[in-house]
Nanobody, 124 residues
């Protein structure tokens, strides 16, 4: 059974950093790409970063490029999202998901499996 579980959220001041984790079970990171999404209050869920399963290529939304870094630890079957220089507008629930493909081409509606999310609040 495929499961995803996020952790690492919390309250952080503007300019601070957090590292989110997405622990996968029921498959390995060599099988499927993982996408990070976020949903801010009153807004739609948006994809912000993705890593392919095949060669580990990474992709970022313009709003987080240069500040966030996606990575993975195959031994732990976990994908990370390192978030630096956080801004109040980064406040959201963060989710990891997979569409059961190897590439980062799927949209939100293509995702088949989601974690329950972890809340990130950026505030002074």
């Amino acid at each position: 059974q495929i499961q995803l579980m996020e952790s690492g959220g919390g309250l952080v001041q503007p300019g601070g950093s957090l590292r989110l984790s997405c622990a996968a079970s029921g498959f390995t990171l060599d099988d499927y790409a993982i996408t990070w999404f976020r949903q801010a209050p009153g807004k739609e869920r948006e994809g912000i970063s993705c890593m392919t399963s095949s060669d580990g290529s990474t992709f970022y939304h313009a709003s987080v490029k240069g500040r966030f870094t996606i990575s993975r630890d195959n031994a732990k079957n976990t994908v990370y999202l390192q978030m630096n220089s956080l801004k109040p507008e980064d406040t959201a629930v963060y989710y990891c998901a997979t569409d059961n493909t190897v590439l980062c081409e799927g949209s939100r509606s293509d995702m088949n499996y989601w974690g329950k999310g972890t809340l990130v609040t950026v505030s002074s």
